[in-house]
Nanobody
Framework: VQLQAFGGGLVQAGASLRLSCVACGLAFRSYTMAWFRQAPGKEREFVAAEFRDSRSRSYADSVKGRFAIHKDNAGNTVTLQMSSLKPEDSAVYFC???????????????????WGQGTQVTVSS
């Protein structure tokens, strides 16, 4: 199983950025896909997730209304469209896949079995 995340970069506050994560080696449709992020000196935190059946999505309060996750089962890809970026959004962003994620565990990194290598997002003020 391999998750390859890309699309990070250096942008100014207020800009938009789109992250992508391509998965291979797993039954993509059977997995809940998520994005987490980790800033220096901080714990990894949940950003967004789309359930495996694509019926619902979940977002951290800090990104609601600004970020949008989309799981493309045909392309084995999950994207994170980020808008109105703020300096506090700066972090390494990781995509993750979990097969038995339930609502109560969707924000817990322990619920996800596979992780990508991370892509750096830096937002300047």
């Amino acid at each position: 199983v391999q998750l390859q995340a890309f699309g990070g970069g250096l942008v100014q506050a207020g800009a938009s950025l789109r992250l992508s994560c391509v998965a291979c080696g797993l039954a993509f449709r059977s997995y809940t896909m998520a994005w987490f992020r980790q800033a220096p000196g901080k714990e990894r935190e949940f950003v967004a997730a789309e359930f495996r059946d694509s019926r619902s999505r979940s977002y951290a309060d800090s990104v609601k209304g600004r970020f949008a996750i989309h799981k493309d089962n045909a392309g084995n890809t999950v994207t994170l469209q980020m808008s109105s970026l703020k300096p506090e959004d700066s972090a390494v962003y990781f995509c993750a896949a979990g097969r038995q994620v339930i609502s109560s565990s969707i924000e817990r990194h322990q619920a996800y079995h596979y992780w990508g290598q991370g892509t750096q997002v830096t937002v300047s003020s």
